[in-house]
């Protein structure tokens, strides 16, 4: 199968797609997104859009591995260690200079590291500051995963050890997460390109996931985000994830990777 000659009715699978899956593939950079398709078709035997539709229609197995190669759901632990460091050391505490408890989310939180680790540290850094972490992705599975709450020991390369001994306990499916750490998250299934969301929060998390976003699909999220967030409030985004040319939004930068609503 060459590339070319199917590559005219990647826009039917695009239409073909989006009424099972809610995923409308045309807010993501088309030619990542076709050679992720192309590769999982060629893998698994499937030679042309159509005939691998009807097999995406009849086949659940089938179906959820798709879903989950094109939506990428790698994660860890306070990934990316330096911005959990600035985050501690001075968007907290500026943040917790608004009296009110704090209102986290984690968008496209995948199996539930990120909004955990925004947990862990207000339970260990700010003990005494109330707060709720709200995480949401797409993907149904990785949301069970993170209630699940169970964890391989690759989830926490970047871990300090005392939290893996402070909120987690060994069993022999892994490292579970303690109900303490959990009782402050609540998780939400989304899709942060259609549906709406909450306001008022004071700091929202979106990294590593809008890597294969076109970039319209970008500036209008990052608008619903400005939209969501308090005044004074902040964005937190992923380490190759840049605001340029979005002064519009009335986001400034506080530090690389946190932008705050003025
Ligand atoms: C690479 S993970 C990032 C996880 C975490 N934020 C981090 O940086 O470690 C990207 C996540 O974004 C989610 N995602 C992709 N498109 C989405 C959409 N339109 N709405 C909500 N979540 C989406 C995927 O399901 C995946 O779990």
């Known amino acids: 199968m060459s590339y070319t000659s199917i590559a005219n009715t990647y826009e039917d699978f695009v239409k073909g797609f989006h009424p099972k899956s809610g995923l409308d593939l045309k807010f993501y950079k088309q030619n990542q997104m076709q ?14 859009y159509p005939d691998f539709l009807k097999a995406l229609n009849s086949d659940p197995i089938l179906y959820d ?10 994660s860890q632990f306070f990934r990316d260690a330096n911005q959990w460091k600035t985050l501690r050391e001075t968007i907290i505490p500026l943040l917790l200079q608004n009296k009110a408890p704090l209102k986290l989310w984690s968008a ?14 207000m339970m ?24 699940d709450g ?16 402070k909120y987690f306990t060994p069993s022999d499916k892994g490292y579970q997460i303690k109900a303490s750490v959990q009782n402050n998250v609540n998780f939400q299934h989304q899709n942060l390109l259609t549906d709406r969301f909450q306001t008022n929060f004071d700091f929202i998390a979106c990294r590593n996931v809008v890597i294969y976003f076109t970039e319209e699909a970008k500036e209008m999220l990052y608008k619903k985000f400005t939209d969501s967030l308090r ?3 902040i964005l937190f985004t992923g380490s190759t994830e ?5 002064n519009h939004l009335g986001l400034k930068p506080v530090s690389s990777f946190f932008y705050q609503k003025g």
């Open 35 to 48: 050679r992720r398709i192309l590769s999982f078709m060629n893998s698994h035997g499937h030679p042309a």
């Open 65 to 74: 591995a798709f879903f989950k190669h094109l939506t990428i759901n790698v």
């Open 108 to 121: 496209g939180c995948s199996s539930g590291q990120e909004p955990y680790s925004l947990a862990m540290t």
């Open 124 to 147: 260990n850094y700010f003990s005494n500051a109330k707060f709720t972490v709200l995480g949401t992705d797409i993907d149904v599975n990785v949301l069970k995963q993170a209630k």
């Open 150 to 165: 169970i964890y391989k020991q690759n989830d926490f390369a970047s871990t300090p050890p005392e939290f893996l001994q």
């Open 231 to 233: 005044l004074g409030g």
């Open 242 to 246: 840049h605001l340029f040319g979005m």
